[in-house]
C-alpha cells in the first residue's frame, strides 16, 4: 500500500479492509462535517477537495474488477485518468451551499446503494424471521421445523434488526433504486445480461461449432482493440467498458439474431439418439432435481454441433428414442435450429 492511499483511508477514518459501502457511509459523515459550508477552518475547501479525492480513489480501487493486489498500481492508474478530475468536481461542489450540494446527483448516487443494500436487508430479514410461518404453509409441521432451524442458523444475519436502528422508508428505496438504473454501471449489466440471452437463445443454436464462433468473437474483438488503439473518430469518444462489454458482443450477437429471426424454408430432420451418461448433470429447479442430458445421434450426425444435442428438459426426453429438428435457412445463408421436439 503506498503512502498516499494509507493517507486516504485516514482521512476518511476508516480501515483498510473497508468495503465499499463502508467507504460511502464514510464520505457522506465526513462531508458533513468538511464541506466548507459547514466548516470554518481556513482551509475547509482543501480538506473537502482531499475528502472527495480519498473518496474517489478508494471507491475506485475497491471496486475494481481486477481488484489488484498491488494497491501502488492501481492508485497510479487511477492517478493518471481521474485525480484531477475528481478534484476540479470538489471544487464545484466545495463552492455550493451544503444543502444543494445534498441535492446534487453526486451526493445522491453515493447514498443510493447503501439505501437499496438497507432495505433488501430488511426484507430478506424479515422472510428469515417468517421461515418458519412459510415453512408450515407450504409443508406443513416439516416445514415448520425446518423453518426453525433455518431462522435459527440464520441469526447472525437478521440480528441487526434489533441490534441496529433500522428505518424503513419505501419511498427513499424506489427514489434510490430509480438512481441506480440510471447509473452507467445498471445499464452495462442490463446490455451484459441480454447478450447473455441472445447468445444463449439465438447464436448457439445457429449451425457453426463452437470454435468457429469463439473464433469470429477473437477477430471482432481484436479489431474492435485495433480501432481503439489508433483512435479512430467512431471509437475515440466510448470507453473500454462500452466497447469490449457491450459494443462487440453486441455487434456479434445481433448478427446472429437477425440470422435466426429473418430465416425461411423449413425442413424437418428426424433422428434417433442415445444418451451420453457421463455428461448427466444434476440441477436443482423449482424444489425438484432434474437433470441435463447430452445425446449421440445416430450415424454420429452434428457431432461438431453440441449445442445441437445438449438438453436441459430431461423429462420431456425420457422414454423416448427419436428427435425431431426444425431447421431454417437464416437470412445470411447459415441454417438456424428453430425448434425440436422428442418421440417415441
Given at each position: 500500500?503506498?503512502?498516499?492511499t494509507?493517507a486516504y483511508?485516514?482521512?476518511?477514518g476508516?480501515?483498510?479492509?473497508a468495503?465499499?459501502d463502508d467507504?460511502?457511509?464514510a464520505?457522506?459523515?465526513?462531508a458533513?462535517?468538511?464541506?466548507p459550508?459547514?466548516n470554518k477552518s481556513?482551509?475547509a ?5 482531499l475528502l472527495?479525492e480519498a ?7 475497491k ?5 489488484v493486489q498491488h494497491?501502488?498500481t492501481?492508485y497510479s492508474n487511477w492517478q493518471s ?9 470538489a ?10 450540494f445534498k441535492?446534487?446527483d453526486?451526493y445522491?448516487?453515493s447514498q ?6 438497507e432495505?433488501?436487508y430488511f426484507?430478506?430479514?424479515v422472510?428469515?424471521?417468517?421461515a418458519?410461518?412459510?415453512g408450515?404453509?407450504?409443508k ?13 442458523i ?5 440480528a441487526?434488526?434489533f441490534?441496529?436502528?433500522r ?5 427513499s428505496?424506489f427514489k434510490s433504486l430509480?438512481?441506480i438504473?440510471k ?6 449489466l442490463v446490455?451484459?445480461a441480454?447478450?447473455?440471452?441472445v447468445?444463449y437463445?439465438f447464436?448457439l ?5 463452437i ?7 477473437f477477430l471482432l ?15 475515440k469518444?466510448l470507453?473500454?467498458a462500452v466497447?469490449?462489454?457491450?459494443l462487440a ?12 429471426v429473418?430465416?425461411?424454408n423449413k ?15 444434476n440441477l436443482?429447479?423449482?424444489g425438484?432435481?432434474e437433470?441435463?442430458a447430452y445425446?449421440d ?7 461438431a454441433y453440441?449445442t445441437?444435442r445438449v438438453?436441459?428438459d430431461f423429462?420431456a426426453?425420457?422414454d423416448?428414442?427419436?428427435i425431431?429438428?426444425?431447421?431454417e ?5 447459415i441454417?438456424v435450429l428453430?425448434?425440436?421436439?422428442f418421440?417415441?
Amino acid at each position: 500500500m503506498t503512502d498516499r492511499t494509507e493517507a486516504y483511508y485516514k482521512i476518511l477514518g476508516i480501515s483498510t479492509k473497508a468495503s465499499v459501502d463502508d467507504i460511502k457511509h464514510a464520505y457522506r459523515r465526513k462531508a458533513k462535517e468538511l464541506h466548507p459550508d459547514k466548516n470554518k477552518s481556513p482551509d475547509a475547501q482543501e480538506q473537502f477537495i482531499l475528502l472527495t479525492e480519498a473518496y474517489e480513489c478508494l471507491s475506485h480501487i475497491k471496486s475494481s474488477k481486477s481488484r489488484v493486489q498491488h494497491t501502488a498500481t492501481s492508485y497510479s492508474n487511477w492517478q493518471s485518468e481521474n485525480r484531477e478530475r475528481a478534484r476540479q468536481q470538489a471544487r464545484e461542489h466545495a463552492e455550493m451551499e451544503y444543502e444543494k450540494f445534498k441535492q446534487t446527483d453526486y451526493y445522491k448516487k453515493s447514498q443510493a446503494a447503501i439505501t437499496v443494500i438497507e432495505h433488501l436487508y430488511f426484507f430478506a430479514s424479515v422472510i428469515f424471521l417468517l421461515a418458519p410461518l412459510l415453512g408450515f404453509m407450504f409443508k406443513r409441521w416439516a416445514g415448520l421445523i425446518a423453518g426453525v432451524i433455518f431462522t435459527f442458523i440464520t441469526v447472525h444475519f437478521w440480528a441487526g434488526l434489533f441490534t441496529e436502528k433500522r428505518t424503513l422508508n419505501l419511498r427513499s428505496f424506489f427514489k434510490s433504486l430509480f438512481l441506480i438504473i440510471k447509473t452507467r454501471t445498471f445499464k452495462y449489466l442490463v446490455i451484459t445480461a441480454a447478450n447473455i440471452f441472445v447468445l444463449y437463445r439465438f447464436t448457439l443454436n445457429t449451425q457453426l461449432t463452437i470454435y468457429f464462433l469463439g473464433f469470429i468473437l477473437f477477430l471482432l474483438y481484436t479489431l474492435i482493440y485495433l480501432a481503439f488503439y489508433f483512435k479512430f473518430a467512431v471509437f475515440k469518444k466510448l470507453s473500454k467498458a462500452v466497447l469490449f462489454l457491450c459494443l462487440a458482443p453486441g455487434i456479434f450477437n445481433l448478427f446472429f439474431l437477425t440470422n435466426f429471426v429473418f430465416s425461411s424454408n423449413k425442413t424437418l430432420e428426424v433422428y434417433s439418439f442415445v444418451h451420453e451418461k457421463r455428461w448427466y448433470v444434476n440441477l436443482h429447479r423449482r424444489g425438484r432435481y432434474e437433470k441435463i442430458a447430452y445425446i449421440d445421434l445416430q450415424q454420429n450426425k452434428y457431432e461438431a454441433y453440441h449445442t445441437f444435442r445438449v438438453f436441459f428438459d430431461f423429462e420431456a426426453m425420457k422414454d423416448k428414442r427419436e428427435i425431431t429438428y426444425t431447421f431454417e435457412e437464416g437470412l445470411f445463408g447459415i441454417r438456424v435450429l428453430k425448434h425440436y421436439e422428442f418421440t417415441k
